[in-house]
């Protein structure tokens, strides 16, 4: 029996791995759950898992979740803020830790996972933009396994041997990571003027959250997922690829130098590497229907267009110029991400806010979590006078 810690368990990928946990009450149990601010969702989950712990991260809405509890009749210990979501990673009551939480706010409760020997299932890809190099030595000292639920790399994982070792050794050529393109695939930058959020939120082939969508829409999400990818497989930027394939039914693909190129297919649907992740290196049910290929009939791929969506082609920069230059990425772009859904800043801005932020990227002084911290602040301030010009500059939408 596994004890499970789902930290972001109110977000997109919280439902999808809950729904997978459901199915094998055998299997599972969840000992911690942890989100935001929404506490009437948090209390519904707890009033069904029945966690050991239950952690809001604003401690404004503890008030709210132990008066929902205490109306359901729900017995679970109640925590708040930041601390108490390192406690969440880091506590007796899990083996498993589900890292779910969006953004740079899910990078230190990551981290403590790691360091205290978790099976750590990861979607947090921010957390490993920032601090990839901390979170691998966090896991070395942990002794704990790292087992990546983003779709590419879960199947870039599943492309690969399990023996350990470098990925020369197993006769890798390159890793391709494989995109949607977005919504707004095909279209022109003159087209892409007055997007509004909810057109960049209406994302063809994925439900997720609207952050991760707004960043599919720019493509920033796939420049994440290349740092991402760069760190977990220890792959050089050369050897990253992306295609872009518009049925998101190939999840990613890797090539071997004899030319072989395994790929992993599946239904556009988290809850397959959810699954993988959370039985590996079993198979478990997920819930998810038969990808019928004749029905699917198409698998078109395509060079991704890097002029029209500068954030892959900015993230590729950012990680061949090392430094504070990821952390800068990743801060820049939640600033700006934030603006554009507040209504505050057009959809093209967002990949302008993080060029001009990057180009005045210093070097790192170190690589502890302080020094990390530090650059994510200091990046975020410099976004935050950006975004102010630029958004006195053009109305965002109508
Ligand atoms: P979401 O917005 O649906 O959910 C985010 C979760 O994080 C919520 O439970 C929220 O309460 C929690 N959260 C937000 N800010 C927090 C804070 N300050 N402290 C504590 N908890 C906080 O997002 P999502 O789509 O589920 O994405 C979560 C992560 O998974 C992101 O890093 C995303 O890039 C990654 N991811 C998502 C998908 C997907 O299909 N949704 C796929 C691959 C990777
Ligand atoms: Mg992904």
């Given at each position: 029996?596994?004890?499970?810690?789902?930290?972001?368990?109110?977000?997109?990928?919280?439902?999808?791995?809950?729904?997978?946990?459901?199915?094998?009450?055998?299997?599972?149990?969840?000992?911690?759950?942890?989100?935001h601010?929404?506490?009437?969702?948090?209390?519904?989950l707890?009033?069904?898992?029945?966690?050991?712990?239950?952690?809001?991260?604003?401690?404004?809405?503890a008030?709210?979740?132990?008066?929902?509890?205490?109306?359901?009749?729900?017995?679970?210990?109640?925590?708040?803020?930041?601390?108490?979501?390192?406690?969440?990673?880091?506590?007796?009551?899990?083996?498993?830790?589900?890292?779910?939480?969006?953004?740079?706010?899910?990078?230190?409760?990551?981290?403590?996972?790691?360091?205290?020997?978790?099976?750590?299932?990861?979607?947090?890809?921010?957390?490993?933009?920032?601090?990839?190099?901390?979170?691998?030595?966090?896991?070395?000292?942990?002794?704990?396994?790292?087992?990546?639920?983003?779709?590419?790399?879960?199947?870039?994982?599943?492309?690969?041997?399990?023996?350990?070792?470098?990925?020369?050794?197993?006769?890798?050529?390159r890793?391709?990571?494989?995109?949607?393109?977005?919504?707004?695939?095909?279209?022109?930058?003159?087209?892409?003027?007055a997007?509004?959020?909810?057109?960049?939120?209406?994302?063809?082939?994925?439900?997720?959250?609207?952050?991760?969508?707004?960043?599919?829409?720019?493509?920033?999400?796939k420049?994440?997922?290349?740092?991402?990818?760069?760190?977990?497989?220890?792959?050089?930027?050369?050897?990253?690829?992306?295609?872009?394939?518009?049925?998101?039914?190939i999840?990613?693909?890797?090539?071997?130098?004899?030319?072989?190129?395994?790929?992993q297919?599946?239904?556009?649907?988290?809850?397959?590497?959810?699954?993988?992740?959370?039985?590996?290196?079993?198979?478990?049910?997920?819930?998810?229907?038969?990808?019928?290929?004749?029905?699917?009939?198409?698998?078109?791929?395509?060079?991704?267009?890097?002029?029209?969506?500068?954030?892959?082609?900015?993230?590729?920069?950012?990680?061949?110029?090392?430094?504070?230059?990821?952390?800068?990425?990743?801060?820049?772009?939640?600033e700006?991400?934030?603006?554009?859904?507040?209504?505050?800043?057009?959809?093209?801005?967002?990949?302008e806010?993080?060029?001009?932020?990057?180009?005045?990227?210093?070097?790192?002084?170190?690589?502890?979590?302080?020094?990390?911290?530090?650059?994510?602040?200091?990046?975020?301030?410099?976004?935050?006078?950006i975004?102010?010009?630029?958004?006195?500059?053009?109305?965002?939408?109508?």
């Amino acid at each position: 029996m596994r004890s499970l810690s789902v930290l972001g368990a109110t977000g997109s990928i919280g439902a999808s791995t809950l729904d997978v946990v459901a199915r094998h009450p055998d299997r599972f149990r969840i000992g911690a759950l942890a989100a935001h601010r929404n506490a009437a969702a948090l209390a519904a989950l707890c009033a069904k898992f029945r966690p050991e712990l239950a952690v809001i991260a604003d401690p404004a809405c503890a008030t709210e979740l132990r008066e929902r509890l205490r109306a359901d009749g729900t017995h679970c210990r109640i925590e708040s803020g930041p601390q108490a979501l390192i406690e969440a990673a880091a506590g007796s009551h899990c083996d498993t830790v589900v890292a779910a939480i969006v953004g740079a706010a899910g990078l230190e409760s990551t981290l403590a996972a790691a360091r205290a020997g978790k099976r750590l299932l990861l979607a947090n890809k921010e957390a490993v933009v920032m601090a990839g190099s901390l979170l691998k030595a966090a896991l070395r000292e942990g002794g704990g396994e790292l087992l990546p639920l983003d779709s590419e790399h879960n199947a870039v994982f599943q492309c690969l041997p399990h023996r350990g070792g470098t990925l020369a050794a197993a006769g890798v050529r390159r890793i391709v990571l494989t995109a949607s393109g977005g919504p707004f695939r095909g279209r022109s930058r003159s087209a892409l003027a007055a997007i509004t959020p909810d057109e960049a939120c209406a994302h063809p082939n994925w439900r997720m959250g609207r952050k991760i969508s707004v960043d599919s829409a720019t493509l920033v999400n796939k420049g994440l997922e290349v740092i991402e990818a760069h760190h977990l497989f220890e792959a050089a930027p050369d050897c990253i690829e992306v295609v872009v394939h518009p049925q998101s039914l190939i999840h990613s693909l890797v090539e071997y130098i004899d030319g072989s190129l395994l790929a992993q297919l599946g239904q556009p649907d988290m809850r397959t590497a959810i699954a993988y992740a959370l039985g590996w290196p079993q198979r478990i049910e997920a819930g998810v229907a038969t990808l019928d290929l004749a029905l699917a009939a198409r698998l078109d791929f395509e060079k991704p267009d890097l002029d029209t969506f500068r954030g892959l082609a900015l993230a590729y920069a950012a990680l061949r110029a090392g430094g504070s230059a990821p952390i800068v990425l990743n801060a820049a772009n939640e600033e700006a991400v934030a603006a554009f859904l507040a209504g505050r800043l057009p959809f093209l801005a967002i990949a302008e806010t993080i060029e001009r932020c990057l180009e005045t990227a210093p070097p790192l002084a170190g690589n502890d979590l302080a020094t990390i911290l530090d650059a994510d602040l200091t990046a975020r301030r410099q976004a935050h006078r950006i975004i102010d010009t630029l958004s006195s500059r053009t109305p965002a939408h109508s």
